[in-house]
């Protein structure tokens, strides 16, 4: 099919798109690099405590006892489900921060930061860098990259306690976490589409439809998928898991069932012999991703006692997070700094080699004497 | 063997030239005019031509091989002497009618070495002609040569005078295009679209053959000349494609003309829209091409090679660049 292979050029399809035990084990290894990483920092700073330590007690000898708790030694690190329940803190964040804005970035826009978001925990650990620094650059990323233009100046002041440098700080981070890829090809447009055809083959009466109210009905079927995608998709995994065409669908099913089955049945009839091989894996799919959206529980949705239960859940994880954060890469503004002068200037290592060079020689002229030789008179003598 | 027909009377322009039959002088005869006989090159004034061809039926010259063998000549086998030498005259004769039949092109050679070789071969012949070597033998295989390959003989003929024409062509409109610039300086408009339409001309050679590169050497069908290449007309030019090879059609929809309450409702009723020049059908084309692009991608299937992608170079750009456990090295 045509417009399959158009899909399939496209970079979602390439590069972001997973079965589910790829996603798994992609997860997993990110999680155990990112532990490895934060405990090895951990490390870092416990043996320059201990070369403090070492200092200090020379000049009170005696008195210098290896004190205080041991960093290194019981970092406990996030497992992959804490992970992704911080993604999921933060766009939930990314939904909230875009309300504030006058007006308020579009939903679509949203969805963009979020799955920009989602795209760069695949790769990086929240424990190396927390969702709080990343998703504002990442919703300023999306309104550039969807032109939605606000300047960031006017970005940053609704935004409280953010400042631009937070903002810019980290987009080089989250592109090559991108791997430069910006096209996130959404189901809505698709859900615009597809609804406008459903009522097209009503009108043909090409599409039959029970019911008082059948156009009423579409349309609120259509809202209710719609809602399923501003909130349900963009929570779960499907934008790695199906194709965009397949997630409307879903979200169709998912709010009404018959009518996008009978849909479905006209359409696949419509297209004749050449339709029928995918028909019965077609139609699997599209179940499968709609019992993914509609098994997502928001927490607005939750009853009081789950609500208090993922809240607490929630706060433990976000403690346990702030002790296994890597402390090398809490200040993202301080890093890109550093790393940015070290293009300019050269490398530490650099640093060190030219400073070593100019003592060498320093020593050498010192050993050799005065630069002109010694005094004529002292020779004589 | 020399020829029996240089012996005498090879300076036209002589005032004392004498006919050797009437024996006619220019010295007396201002307007005497001499004729050659292109078979035996034979030179007798013109009034002797006449004579000659009306009674006596041939060459009137004492010695004449060409006589001794009862050759008739006619009044169309005369003519007015070119070259001064007739040693040349005959030579560009022999070479015009050689190189008339051995009309092969450059272009239509095998390679270059095959082209020398055919050149080498013609002038091989001509000069057996020239200097009277195995004449019988010679002429024997170019009239082989004509037969077998009457129809390529034809059409370079046929080339080369349109080569000609078009050469004669050009350069009458270069001569108007002159005039014309000289005539009207101001137009420079006008003169630069003809000079436009003139030099695009240029290039189109006339009918020129297509080459097929493909096959090795072939001989032509006499077997005298080798290393050609197999020729056939050129092909029409393919109509442009903008697209380049995309396909524009779709197979899970087909557009239709409008669509019910797409939130453009408004819009749609709106002349400010519609005077903007809005396209609601690319709307719609873009709204459904999001809807079903992707349909048929199972991505549990295709992503680990159950069910490979439509196109074999996608598969492995798709297998190369999906492979998961790439995780970003430290970044900053």
Known sequence: MIEDDIYRSSTQY?????????????????????????????????????????????HKSGEGVEGGQDPAKDVETLTVEEELRVVHWGCSKIIETGKVTTPPIPMEIRATAIQFLRRFYLTNSPMTYHPKQILTCALFLATKTDHWHIPLSTFVDKIPGTEEKDVRAPEFLLMQGLRFTLDVRHPMRGLEGG???????????????????????????????????????????????????????????????????????????HLGPAAASLRAKLEL????????????????????????EMKKEMKRIGRKLHLCQNPEKMDLVAVTKQKTAEKREGSESDKERVSKKRKLEREKLERDGDVFGPSLKNSNA | MVMSGMQNGHIAS?????????????????????????????RICEGCVDRI?????????????????????????????????????????????????????????????????????????????VLKTDVKKTEATLSKYKEANADSIKANAALERNAAAQFESRQTLQKEQANLRRQA??????????????????????????????????????????????????????????????????DYYGLQADYPSMRLTKAKNDTRTRAGGFDFQAYYDESLLRAFAGLGCFIDKEKTGQGPPATRELATVVAAESLPGRINDEVF
Request: hydrophobic letters at 35%.
């Open chain 1, 14 to 58: 390439r590069y972001w798109s997973y079965t589910s035990e790829a996603l798994a084990s992609l997860r997993q290894s990110t999680n155990e690099l990112a532990s490895e990483r934060v405990r090895a920092a951990f490390g870092r700073i416990r043996d320059a405590k201990k070369v403090q330590n070492a200092q200090q007690s020379d």
């Open chain 1, 195 to 269: 609804v406008g055809e459903i009522l097209k083959l009503f009108e043909e009466k090409m599409l039959r439809l029970d019911g008082p109210d059948p156009k009423g009905r579409v349309g609120k079927a259509a809202d209710r998928a719609s809602q399923f995608l501003r909130v349900a998709a963009q929570m779960t995994d499907v934008y790695f898991l199906y194709t965009p065409s397949q997630i409307w669908l879903a979200a169709l099913m998912a709010a009404d069932s018959d009518l996008a089955n009978a849909y479905l049945a006209s359409k696949m009839d």
């Open chain 1, 285 to 308: 799919t599209i179940r499968s991703c709609a019992d993914m959206l509609s098994n997502y529980k928001s927490e607005d949705e939750a009853n009081e006692v789950e609500q208090k």
């Open chain 2, 14 to 42: 002589e005032a004392d030239d004498i006919c050797p039959v009437c024996k006619n002088s220019t010295y007396l005869q201002k307007n005497l005019r001499f004729k050659i006989n292109t078979k035996c090159y034979h």
């Open chain 2, 53 to 129: 061809t009306s009674t006596q039926k041939k060459c009137p010259i004492a010695g004449c091989t060409f006589a001794a063998r009862g050759v008739i000549p006619r009044r169309g086998e005369y003519r007015v002497q070119t070259f001064e030498d007739l040693a040349i005259e005959r030579e560009v004769d022999i070479r015009k009618r050689v190189m008339a039949i051995l009309n092969r092109r450059e272009e239509e050679f095998y390679s270059k070495r095959a082209w020398d070789d055919f050149l080498e071969q013609r002038e091989e012949l001509i000069m057996n002609l």
């Open chain 2, 185 to 250: 300086a101001q137009q420079t408009y006008e003169d630069d679209r003809f000079h436009t339409l003139t030099a695009g001309s240029r290039d189109v050679k006339a009918g020129a053959m297509e080459v097929i590169h493909d096959d090795g050497p072939v001989s032509d069908p006499s077997g005298l000349v080798k290393g050609l290449r197999k020729l056939r007309p050129p092909s029409p030019e393919k109509v442009y494609d903008p697209f380049m090879g995309m396909a524009t059609t779709r």
